[in-house]
């Protein structure tokens, strides 16, 4: 079975730049995640999809991240502008509706570098 | 904003020693608490999950909770150097659903010296 893809990998832009992210999550998972985890940190949820709908976005700086889950499948994390905080790894994950509580799948991430 | 707090590490044992990780949260309604593995520069996964008061034993692993004093902990018996990693708590936010937010702490950086 495939786990959840993520692209790019590491990415390096100046602040105030632009920069997506793309998930693929496991086939047939209904939920998505995406996490931001800091250097030393602990991931902290950013937004969760339930099929295409938005579970929980509250920590999601709305006025420079954006994310979107078309069709129920892959999702889209946007940063407009960067700031040098946004530096971090991206975490995507997908679990199963139904399935243990808190099984998370995670892919490799998503390493962001804003100078 | 709902906390989850780990103690702070690092924590280094020697091989074969017993590794105890501490993890305290403070939403009292919470019903479901996670141990994550996260190997430098890889994702976190799930190596143990806990549901009711009491201890849950897996082969070396044992996770502890006790929900009047809103505690868990994860002990890693006869620890070995593979165990080294980061060791990330989370905990479930109740609603029932599978849909609740799971919050992870700080994490707590294990090293097992031979």
């Known amino acids: 079975e495939a786990g959840v893809a993520q692209s790019p990998r590491y990415k390096i832009i100046e602040k105030r730049q632009s920069v997506a992210f793309w998930c693929n999550p496991i086939s047939g998972h209904a939920t998505l995640y995406w996490y931001q985890q800091i250097l030393g940190q602990g991931p902290k949820l950013l937004i969760q999809f339930q099929n295409n709908g938005v579970v929980d976005d509250s920590q999601l700086p709305k006025d420079r991240f954006s994310a979107e889950r078309l069709k129920g499948v892959d999702s889209t994390l946007k940063i407009q502008p960067a700031k040098l905080e946004d530096s971090a790894v991206y975490l995507c994950?997908?679990?199963?509706?139904?399935?243990?509580?808190?099984?998370?799948?995670f892919g490799e991430g998503s390493r962001l570098t804003v100078l | 904003q709902k906390e989850v707090e780990q103690n702070s590490g690092p924590l280094s044992v020697p091989e074969g020693a017993i590794a105890s990780l501490n993890c305290t949260y403070s939403?009292?309604?919470?019903?479901?608490f996670f141990w994550y593995r996260q190997y430098s520069g890889k994702s976190p996964e799930l190596i143990m999950s806990?549901?009711?008061?009491g201890d849950k034993e897996d082969g070396r692993f044992t996770a502890q909770l006790n929900k009047a004093s809103q505690y868990v902990s994860l002990l890693i018996r006869d620890s070995q150097p593979s165990d080294s990693a980061t060791y990330l708590c989370a905990v479930k936010e109740a609603g029932g659903t599978s849909y609740g937010k799971l919050t992870f702490g700080q994490g707590t950086i294990l090293t097992v010296h031979p």
């Open positions: 939403d009292r309604v919470s019903q479901s």
């Open positions: 806990i549901y009711s008061n």
């Open positions: 994950a997908s679990s199963l509706a139904g399935g243990p509580p808190g099984e998370l799948f």
